[in-house]
């Protein structure tokens, strides 16, 4: 690669297959590359490129964010780029995974990355079939006292009130963690309560979390408002409340006002398929 002046490289469903990328890697591979920046999402990659990614990584000293979302990369392709991630050289900040056909066994080994890791600081698996089984081995990654992971996103990554008991675990021991995003899962008031209790604890470093989409009910009012009241590092809380199969309560109006608050906006949404509330709680400055 003769270019010294790129840093950003973003192409998106440009086909480009793993030929294609593996003629990327051989550029990224050389001493002169500049690259910081590479997305290379929908390009119908494969396992196969992550052997190429995987040498990019080990080899490139610029690269700092790598996102190969939307592609077929499978649990045997990530297995490929932890190997990379994990190498104590690497310098890739930010790992976008989303969408790329992982399960719970891409998380055995993503799990020794958030463990080694001396750069990832971000870490995307959203719209990934993860599962409790999967997130309960990331939360202990996150429990590790080396762990410097500050965000990691697992929406819609087909989670229960299970994953819920392992993460409040994490979060009593992680020190590094600054967002979660947990929208788009399955979980049970109950399984929330469990979550909150963690939030409130004095050592919590978590500024930002999503809860929103998540089949919860205004039954957690209470627990989150406790959040936002004890927690002094929460900057933003997003949380939405659905009743699809069945009615709201007749006290709603009642439970909802005690998200008055001046940092706090409630919306609701009436729809055929329900009655929806949004919250969002911004910390004002």
Known sequence: MTNRSLTTLYLR??????????????AFC???CSVKMLALFENQLTSS??????????????????NLRDNKL???GVKLLCEGLCDPGCTVQEMELATCELTQASCM???SVLSTSRSLTKLSLTWNSLEDSGVKLLC??????RCILQELELYGCDLSSSSLQDLASALLTNQSLTSLDLAGNKFEDSGVKQLCEALQTPGCTLQTVRVG?????????????????ANTSLEELDVSFGYEDVAPPVDL????LRFDHPSIAVRKNNTQDGLFIYVKYKKQN
């Open 30 to 32: 050389q001493p002169g």
């Open 140 to 145: 202990e990654g996150l429990g590790d006292p």
């Open 49 to 66: 490129s992550c052997e190429d990614f995987r040498s990019v990584i080990l080899t490139n000293r610029t690269l700092t964010s790598l």
């Open 213 to 229: 989409y998540c089949e919860l009910t205004s039954s957690c009012t209470e627990e989150f408002m406790a959040v936002i009241d």
């Open 109 to 111: 080994d993503l799990r």
């Open 253 to 256: 109006d009642v439970m909802l």
């Open 13 to 26: 469903e440009c086909n480009l297959e793993d030929t294609g990328a593996k003629m990327l890697c051989e």
């Open 74 to 76: 499978g649990d045997s």
